[in-house]
């Protein structure tokens, strides 16, 4: 592809010309990584292919600066029919970020439009900071909040924050780094999702399986 718009995807001459048997596929631009943080609003891209970084100068600037116990998810498998519309597809395009530092406050830039996206929700009573984790898996972020062992599920297409689960297992302090992470087991048309983290101050790592 050379060109788009809203409607029109301009494409090289073709080698051998589709015909009615042909099929397409649309995927996603592999070749960057986004890089956010450092108490700053700044926001990198680097790109895999020209081992180059960018300054990006998004169109609405960020609210505020990631701070202690932010996150960053890029979204791209919410089963809503209302993200994976064909005239308004939205898997793919942003990535959520809470904002951590003692808030609530939740943040989303579009990567198609280069701008960032004050994201409200409801109820936004918890604040995040230091030891918090982050995991994406399809239609929630999944976030243990600071050394706590409670568990939230941020709902993307209700946009609600829900309780999930609390561990019982005693962490030690709460320190920085986001170590939690989905895997999905899969068994022919079985699959399986569990949020891994390894509990704070602690070389213990746990799973808790999603239903």
């Known amino acids: 592809m050379t060109s788009n718009n809203g409607t029109t995807l301009t494409v090289p001459t073709w080698t051998v010309t589709p015909d009615a048997t042909s099929q397409y596929s649309l995927e996603g631009n592999d070749d960057f990584l986004y890089y956010l943080g450092n108490n700053a609003v700044t926001l990198y891209r680097y790109s895999i292919a020209g081992n180059t970084w960018t300054t990006l100068a998004p169109g609405v600037a960020r609210a505020g600066a990631p701070g202690l116990g932010a996150g960053a998810s890029w979204i791209h498998g919410v089963s809503a029919a209302d993200w994976s519309n064909e005239s308004a597809i939205r898997n793919g395009r942003f990535i959520y970020s809470f904002r951590g530092n003692g808030t609530a406050a939740l943040d989303v830039y579009d990567i198609a439009a280069n701008t960032w ?18 995991a994406y898996c399809k239609d929630r972020i999944y976030i243990q909040k600071e ?44 699959e399986i999702d569990y949020i891994y983290m390894a509990l704070n101050t602690s070389s213990v790592m746990l799973r808790l399986q999603v239903v």
């Open 117 to 134: 996206i004050a994201q409200t929700y409801a109820p936004a009573t918890e604040t995040f900071t230091t030891g918090t984790k982050y």
């Open 147 to 190: 050394a706590t062992g409670r568990w939230f599920a941020y709902d993307l297409a209700q946009v609600a924050m829900l309780p999930w689960s609390t561990m019982t297992y005693t962490q030690g302090a709460a320190v920085l780094g986001d170590t939690a992470f989905d895997v999905t087991y899969r068994d022919g048309a079985t």
